[in-house]
């Protein structure tokens, strides 16, 4: 997602279609760039792109949490698995695991991690889009995603309604999303001079992000907004700013230099993360719902 790289460029553009290519609409164009991308960076996903020390703080916090909300031996929904870090972790945490993305090349990387791991019978790892979920039979106890996947659906409405067919009632929702206000990236973005970029999340809709020179078609949310949209089927139990005051994980060489001092910051998101307005900030929020 746009934390994977620093360098890249984020465009405003409108989309263009090539001459003589089929007609397709807006939105399944948008879908088939942003898998090309993320097919793109599935071979090296779990080195720093992906998993650096500042993703792997994050992805504890969602790790504890889904623990903490769904019982072992439940059966859990990832939603854009990735290489399948989550999935592996949580098989090998006693749960019985469907792992989800709309990249092959990042289905087959869950897949095979499985297999090394040994936990084969306890992952399934699905080629099936946040779009797609009406292919996938109910009887989840949770439905984890965990860095940004529910950014990139073209319909989180739709993803809301299918998250609740496929849970039981009293199951969990926990997702990490990444957020409208991020205080370090405004200032590391205005500190470049690049005042477009240090904008981007204030778009409204679909946003071209670069990655790798594919392009990454991401929605932006508050927190409220985001639940606004699951609030028909789910009780929101709780959400939290992830990285407020630890710098975003594109930031890790700045981490790698002042570590010290980034890991006191990181303590003040332990402690204050989830205060009122505060929770409203962060690279990313962490947010707990319930099934009716
Ligand atoms: C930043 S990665 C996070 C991967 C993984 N959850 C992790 O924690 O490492 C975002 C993932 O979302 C997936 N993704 C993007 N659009 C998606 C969609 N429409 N449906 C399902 N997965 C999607 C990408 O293929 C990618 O694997």
Not at 7 to 35: C, F, H, I, M, N
Not at 137 to 142: A, L, R, S, V
Not at 157 to 185: N, T
């Amino acid at each position: 997602m746009p934390y994977a790289d620093p360098v890249e460029t984020v465009v405003s553009r409108t989309l263009k279609l090539e001459a003589g290519s089929p007609p397709a609409t807006l939105s399944e164009t948008q879908l088939l760039d942003t898998q090309r991308a993320f097919d793109s960076v599935a071979p090296d996903y779990d080195g720093p792109r992906g998993n650096n020390e500042l993703i792997q703080r994050m992805r504890l916090t969602l790790w504890n949490s889904v623990s903490s909300e769904v019982p072992a031996g439940s059966r859990l929904l990832d939603l854009g698995c990735g290489t399948g870090i989550d999935a592996v972790e949580f098989a090998r945490r006693g749960y019985q695991v469907v792992a989800s993305d709309w990249s092959p090349r990042m289905v087959e990387r869950t897949q095979a991690r499985a297999t090394a791991a040994g936990v084969q019978a306890q992952v399934a790892a699905l080629h099936v889009g946040v779009h797609q979920l009406d292919r996938l039979e109910g009887g989840f106890d949770g439905i984890y995603s965990n860095f940004g996947p529910l950014n990139c659906a073209p319909d989180l409405g739709d993803v809301a309604v299918q998250c609740a067919r496929l849970l039981q009632p009293g199951g969990k929702l926990v997702f990490s999303v990444i957020g409208r206000i991020c205080p370090w990236e405004v200032g590391y973005y205005l500190f470049k001079r690049r005042i477009k970029r240090a904008c981007v999340r204030a778009a409204r809709g679909a946003t071209a992000v670069g990655m790798n020179r594919h392009t990454i078609w991401t929605h932006y949310y508050l927190p409220r907004e985001f639940y606004r949209t699951f609030a028909a089927h789910f009780t929101l139990n709780g959400y939290r700013a992830m990285s407020l005051f630890m710098p975003p994980p594109y930031l890790v060489e700045f981490y790698h230099r002042h570590q010290s001092a980034c890991d006191r910051l990181g303590r003040l998101d332990d402690r204050f993360g989830a205060l009122p307005g505060l929770r409203d900030m962060g690279d990313h929020f962490l947010i707990v719902m319930q099934r009716r």
